[in-house]
């Protein structure tokens, strides 16, 4: 079986959710075709991987789809750049190898957790996340208001999850967005009551049996982290996502040292080599590649089995078209260190949910695992009518 070309597809940018969704497929001479998806999909980077996508397509021409790792280290080796790490190329790489698991799923007819070993577990508890912008909502506008805080919290358990995650301050309580200037170097007591007071607020609406993850996005650095840390921890933080930039593995040992809160991070983090210094100096807890960054379904196996050496869980990041939901919950299957799922609020929208032609959701907080050959998800027929697609041959 060989590579007879490629099409690099780019969706519309919805801007309800600022989503622009980038994937790949992989045709073949034996008509089995893959599907892949670059994680860069938020805010900036989508029409590069595009265009690298393209530029890709060219060097795996006529290879042995089957042959997964003898083309990553092709991509990663023959490009020059790959080796330097970095989200664009690597975002690149990871579509294209999605797609050759997607292939070799098909050829064998078996799902790809079949073919990475079988699954641990037949359901996957998941989170609720992002409540910041709200839940069951049509578009990303937060107020501000601890009300809308407290009725993203209801709706969530309303529905049967028991594990919500949350950026407490993305906007101030006016409903101003915050900055970096804001958010670094030292927080102000009006901002540090403003988060603990929507903290405080989802304690109090799920109560004690329910997880609350605390979201940052890295808008801290590790003074304001240390900050926060410590007016939160009497809430029962079940982990603090991205309190400070991963570049600095030196600053994670620092603020793991500084709050009982499990750290995690990991959407930023491309490849084994960007996330070893973080397990070896022992800073996190949980590890949360994505799939679509940082090199595909073969390198992220790889980041799971060395974080397993570390006793450090797994939380693959989602946040992106339906094609990264049934990947990750493939992969999530298959490792033994898979801690909780993550369940984007854009993963609940139809003008995001439409793009697959299936479209899975968990029941009470917990994913049951596509079935189906390969990563058990194709784009919709709207979804490719609706997008630009260029075959490079």
Not at 90 to 111: E, V
Not at 124 to 141: D, H, K, M, N, P
Request: proline share 5%; with cysteine.
């Amino acid at each position: 079986m060989k590579i007879i070309s490629v099409d690099a597809i780019a969706m519309p940018e919805n801007k309800a959710s600022s989503m622009r969704p980038i994937c790949c497929r992989i045709n073949t001479d034996e008509d089995i075709y893959g599907y892949g998806e670059a994680g860069v999909a938020l805010v900036s980077g989508a029409k590069a991987s595009y265009e690298l996508i393209k530029d890709f397509a060219g060097m795996i021409m006529g290879m042995n789809p089957l042959h997964h790792e003898v083309i990553w280290e092709t991509l990663f080796k023959e490009s020059f750049w790959a080796q330097g790490n970095g989200p664009i190329i690597m975002a690149a790489i990871s579509a294209i190898d999605t797609a050759l698991w997607d292939i070799k799923g098909k050829y064998y007819n078996a799902p790809v957790y079949e073919l990475l070993g079988g699954k641990h577990r037949d359901k996957l508890r998941c989170y609720a996340s992002q409540l910041q912008f709200g839940w069951g909502v049509q578009e990303f506008e937060p107020d501000g208001s601890i009300e809308s805080f407290k009725d993203s919290y209801r709706k969530a358990i309303d529905e049967g999850y028991d594990a919500i995650k949350v950026n407490f301050f993305m906007k101030d309580r006016n409903g101003k967005w915050l900055t970096h200037v804001d958010t670094t170097c030292n927080l102000s007591k009006d901002l540090i009551h403003t988060v603990e007071e929507r903290v405080a607020a989802a304690r109090e609406v799920c109560g004690s049996d329910v997880d609350i993850i605390m979201e940052n996005h890295a808008m801290t650095d590790v003074t304001t982290a240390i900050q926060l840390a410590k007016v939160c921890e009497k809430y029962d933080i079940l982990f603090l996502e991205e309190p400070t930039t991963p570049l600095n593995p030196k600053v994670w040992a620092k603020l793991a040292g500084s709050t009982s809160i499990p750290l995690a991070t990991g959407e930023r983090t491309f490849t084994r080599w960007g996330f070893l210094p973080l397990f070896e100096n022992g800073s996190i807890s949980v590890a949360q590649p994505d799939i679509g960054n940082c090199g595909g379904i073969t390198e992220c196996k790889k980041i799971c089995d060395m974080a397993h050496i570390y006793d450090v869980g797994i939380q693959t990041h989602v946040c992106s078209s339906p094609i990264s939901v049934a990947v990750s919950l493939q992969l999530e299957a298959a490792i033994p260190n898979f801690s909780i799922h993550e369940h984007h609020v854009s993963n609940t929208l139809p003008h995001i949910t439409c793009l697959g032609k299936y479209n899975y959701q968990p029941v009470k907080g917990y994913f049951e695992v596509p079935e189906l050959p390969g990563i058990g998800q194709e784009l919709s027929d709207y979804a490719l009518k609706n997008s630009v697609i260029e075959t490079i041959k």
